[in-house]
């Protein structure tokens, strides 16, 4: 069956960078929160460079991440840019000064590091499972590339990667093949509870990790030495582009479920027809440029019928899109049709139908991947 590749679609949850605050009381230098250019003054200016921040447009060191954060979230976002603006203008107030140990070391690491980046999955699918979620499957590419990500964070802790690219460009560069993606980034947690706790606390990052439509995932983890972070952490997630495995046996399957239920409602089994089932084929091909009841262009979908030359008296088209194989489609109709008060065409008695032909068209890197047409004629 004629297959189309399409244009990437990408659907990505961008999320702010998440980063420990460790505060330490003793030998410590005191310095006001949203002091973020640490001109002792809290202005317009610091609300400037904390929302460029969170949006990946400046990049701010260690202390300077600690005293945008006014919210003491752990997270520096547009939250935090505007509490500063309202603090700047005098029209709202946060906890003036903390004290923060500038001098800290960061410790190094003796746990494998593979174990750490297993227990960030374990975690992932234990919340997800407490959600009434499916587990997300430990992906070995994309493991692969979480690694690498993970390194970068080092030079740009953020969702752009050092040669000013997209994060999600690293995918493609791996040939890596997806529906939607999502990156968590975390700096600074030195253990994998601590930043599954950050990010499970934070909107943005907990919606990747809490999304119904990811299947896969890939986590990476580096330490550093004297870096600005230390340690860095990533999360890729992605939803597959599924090929069926056996095209045939999916059809063999929905046509099956067809004439089974045909059985019980008293309707004989409907035969095979080559020539429609070459007709479905154009459709399904047709229907995953153009989803229409009509060719592209605007022509009747009928007019294959005597392309084709299929012998008919009553003929009828069903399509669909999304459904990944034969139980799916038979599923979709039978719900549809229901709801609807009626019966699937492939039940209509009245029209007399004997043949079937079914087509499948399976689109990689698209939002729906799999279009499906059942032709029918009597």
């Not at 004290?99 to 960061?106: E, L, M």
């Not at 952490?233 to 939803?239: H, L, T, V």
């Not at 009747?300 to 009553?314: G, P």
Request: with cysteine; hydrophobic share 40%.
């Amino acid at each position: 069956m004629k297959k189309r590749i399409t244009a990437l679609f990408i659907s990505i949850v961008m999320t702010a960078v998440l980063f420990q605050a460790a505060v330490f009381s003793a030998s410590a230098d005191s310095f006001s929160l949203g002091d973020v250019d640490l001109n002792s003054s809290i202005d317009s200016c610091d609300a400037l460079l904390t929302m460029r921040a969170s949006v990946a447009l400046a990049e701010l060191d260690t202390n300077q991440m600690i005293l945008a954060d006014v919210n003491l979230d752990n997270v520096v976002n547009t939250s935090d840019s505007l509490a500063i603006l309202q603090k700047a203008i005098g029209i709202g107030s946060f906890e003036a000064v903390v004290s923060i140990d500038f001098s800290s070391k960061r410790s190094s690491l003796s746990t494998n590091i593979s174990s750490y980046e297993d227990e960030i999955v374990r975690l992932c699918n234990e919340a997800r499972k407490a959600n009434g979620l499916s587990p997300l499957e430990k992906d070995d590419s994309l493991f692969g590339v979480s690694d690498i990500r993970a390194a970068e964070l080092k030079y740009t802790c953020n969702h752009i990667r050092p040669d000013g690219n997209l994060w999600s460009s690293v995918l493609g560069d791996s040939g890596i093949s997806f529906l939607t993606c999502g990156e968590n980034v975390a700096g600074g947690f030195d253990n994998p509870q601590d930043v599954f706790d950050a990010w499970m606390a934070s909107e943005g990052h907990r919606s990747n990790i809490l999304n119904p439509e990811y299947t896969s995932i890939g986590v990476g983890y580096c330490f550093i030495e004297d870096s600005r972070y230390g340690h860095y952490w990533e999360q890729i997630f992605i939803k597959q582009s599924q090929q069926l495995e056996d095209e045939q046996a999916s059809v063999d399957e929905l046509l099956s479920l067809i004439n089974a239920e045909r059985s019980k409602n008293g309707l004989p089994a409907l035969a095979t027809d080559l020539s429609a089932t070459a007709v479905a084929d154009i459709r399904a091909d047709d229907i995953s440029a153009d989803f229409s009841t009509n060719r592209p262009g605007g022509g009747a979908w009928s007019d294959l019928l005597d392309e084709y030359d299929v012998s008919y008296t009553a003929a009828s088209q069903l399509i669909c899109k999304g459904q990944q194989n034969g139980r799916e489609v038979f599923d979709y109709y039978m719900t549809k049709y229901r709801k609807e008060g009626a019966l699937p065409k492939f039940l209509d008695g009245s029209k007399g139908y004997t043949r079937i032909g079914i087509g499948h068209n399976f689109v990689e890197d698209d939002d729906y991947a799999h279009y499906w047409t059942l032709i029918l004629v009597k």
